[in-house]
């Protein structure tokens, strides 16, 4: 992590084409940011004088796009308890150099965040840092167990966003009808992590052709989707907010856009690597590409892109999940789910946009507005006034995904020694710059 960088000073960036789509924004423009707060904005707004003072540090943005910073609903931070993955630092390291300036943190920790002490603890040590902000979602359930519930109000006056007790599946339909009844008291989304566990025993990847070809045992979609179904039920029947975590099946994105077609109060979010890989990935037996929920079929990753397009997804969230090398160096079957996302989404997803499969002005509201509309934080916008919390991408910018360039300290994602295109030059967040390849003078 840079050291912090000072509120006070000038930073101009000069004729930078400039996307939010929330400030009605798509131009070139100068901006201005000084003290921490977007001053001026807009063609010729870096005058003559502002750029001959000497405090000022100006920076070319021809070439540059430059988009509010983003927000992500779902990242495993594995602080307290699992530091060898990651911790609060690194997470955040890696969320800065991603173009992130919130990240909301999954509680599924060692202990597992459901009590007030362990939220402000991660507050604390996040403050401490001045990166990104971290934002902890509380656990359902005590201990994620599926049964107690946890003690909301307190867990929404210590900061907690949202609750989950994602890497489960709340699967009793009362515990999470009373879940949902509860947080609607305090405001507070429920995300669910979608699995019917009982149709997912011993499951290791999407059931399909490959499954059988490989041997491995199948997950169907229908675990997903009738947990989904129940879940929109329920919903309506308590009025809460719903969230599902991590959609990965073309069943359960038919189940939302109805519900929302019908006025209920559901909300989802789709994976980077769900977006972009299908269950073919996995028949080189990469551990890598296990993840939960498995990588499916083209069909689903078809309907996924359609669904964050029209809207029907409301945002993307990395779902980060970072898992040491021993953790993964095993077999298939031993191998922990997840892989690391928060420093590939530019390159990721940008690929999807000059494909046509994504509009960049959706993509970007579902990177920044629709992640902070869900979890009731205001949004990285681009304008005068605003706080700055922005990124500035290299469209063109080639580079290999390889161990050292991560700051994350797992390392545990299939595009490792891939090429990509597309990086993140610069972020800002609370007014902070928080990455700074442009200053490093590096060469990705
Ligand atoms: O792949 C996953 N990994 N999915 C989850 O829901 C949990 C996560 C983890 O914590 O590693």
Redesign the pocket.
């Known amino acids: 992590m840079l050291g912090p960088q000072r509120k006070d000073g000038l930073l101009v960036i000069a004729s930078v084409r400039a996307v939010d789509p929330g400030a009605n924004l798509d131009a070139i423009v100068d901006v201005v940011i000084e003290g921490g707060t977007i001053t001026r904005i807009g063609a010729g707004a870096a005058t003559k004088e502002i750029l001959a003072s000497e405090r000022a540090r100006v920076l070319s943005g021809e070439g540059l796009l430059l988009l509010p910073a983003f927000v992500d609903l779902h990242a495993?931070l594995r602080e307290p308890g699992q530091e060898y993955k990651e911790d609060i630092a690194s997470g955040l390291a890696a969320a800065a150099a991603g173009g992130f300036a919130h990240v909301c943190a999954?509680p599924?920790t060692r202990p597992v965040n459901d009590t007030r002490s362990i939220t402000e603890a991660m507050i604390t040590k996040a403050r401490s840092i001045e990166g990104p902000a971290l934002h902890p979602i509380g656990a359902i359930t005590l201990g994620q167990k599926g049964s107690e519930l946890v003690e909301m109000a307190d867990l929404k006056d210590a900061g907690a966003v949202a609750v989950s007790d994602?890497?489960r599946c709340v699967t009793s339909s009362a515990v999470m009808r009373r879940a949902l009844e509860y947080a609607a008291n305090f405001d507070l989304p429920v995300i669910q992590?979608a699995e019917d566990h009982a149709l997912t025993e011993g499951a290791l990847m999407h059931e399909g052709a490959v499954s059988t070809r490989l041997g491995l045992r199948g997950w169907p979609r229908v675990a997903e989707d009738i947990i989904v179904a129940r879940d929109v039920l329920l919903a309506e029947v308590t009025g809460a907010k719903y969230h599902v975590a991590?959609v990965s099946s073309r069943g359960a994105v038919r189940i939302i856009r109805e519900a929302k077609a019908r006025g209920i109060r559901v909300t989802a979010e789709v994976t980077p690597h769900h977006l972009t890989l299908t269950d073919a990935s996995v028949i080189g037996y990469d551990t890598a590409c296990r993840?939960?929920p498995p990588l499916r079929e083209p069909e689903d990753v078809a309907a996924l892109c359609e669904a964050l397009a029209d809207g029907t997804i409301d945002a993307v969230a990395t779902?980060h999940?970072p898992?040491a090398s021993l953790e993964k160096d095993c077999e298939f079957a031993e191998a922990?789910?997840?892989m690391i996302g928060l420093e590939l989404v530019v390159p990721l997803l940008l690929a999807r946009v000059r494909e046509g499969v994504l509009p960049l002005a959706r993509l970007i509201d579902a990177l920044t507005a629709a992640p902070a509309r869900i979890v009731g934080l205001t949004a990285p916008s681009l304008r005068e006034g605003a706080l700055a919390e922005l990124c500035l991408v290299n469209l063109e910018k080639h580079w290999t995904v390889e161990p050292a360039r991560l700051r994350s300290k797992s390392k545990n994602t299939p595009f490792l020694g891939k090429p990509v295109t597309g990086s993140v030059e610069l972020t800002m967040a609370a007014g902070r710059v928080v990455h700074d390849v442009l200053a490093q003078g590096e060469t990705r």
């Open positions: 495993h999954m599924n994602d890497g992590h991590h993840v939960n779902d999940a898992h922990a789910p997840g």
